[in-house]
């Protein structure tokens, strides 16, 4: 069984950095492309970063782009998000979660099968 979970979520105020944390077992983590996804209160899901199983391809939302960095070790089967300059509108809970087959490339939700509980960002102004 696969089983995804993040970690990190907390309380911020505006300008600070935050670091998640996800780990995944049951899978062959490097084979996996890994995607984080956010949901604020009253507004769909939406991607935030993606990275490819190898580390070699990654993709970041506008509104995210610049601020925050996506990184993975897959030694360690962790996958990262590093968040800086934190916005209120951050804030959300986020959602770990690793495509539904290995070794492909996407960016759209659909297509990612195995996602974690969540962990909240919440940012205060």
């Known amino acids: 069984q696969v089983q995804v979970v993040e970690s990190g979520g907390g309380l911020v105020q505006a300008g600070e950095s935050l670091t998640l944390s996800c780990t995944a077992s049951g899978l062959t983590f490097a084979n996996y492309a890994m995607g984080w996804f956010r949901q604020a209160p009253g507004k769909e899901r939406e991607g935030v970063s993606f990275i490819s199983w190898t580390g070699s391809r990654g993709y970041y939302a506008d509104s995210v782009k610049g601020r925050f960095t996506i990184s993975r070790d897959n030694a360690a089967n962790t996958l990262y998000l590093h968040m800086n300059s934190l916005e209120p509108e951050d804030t959300a809970m986020y959602y770990c979660?690793?495509?539904?087959?290995?070794?492909?490339?996407?960016?759209?939700?659909?297509?990612?099968?195995?996602w974690g509980q969540g962990t909240q960002v919440t940012v205060s102004s």
């Open positions: 979660a690793a495509s539904s087959k290995p070794f492909r490339w996407t960016y759209s939700s659909g297509d990612y099968g195995y």
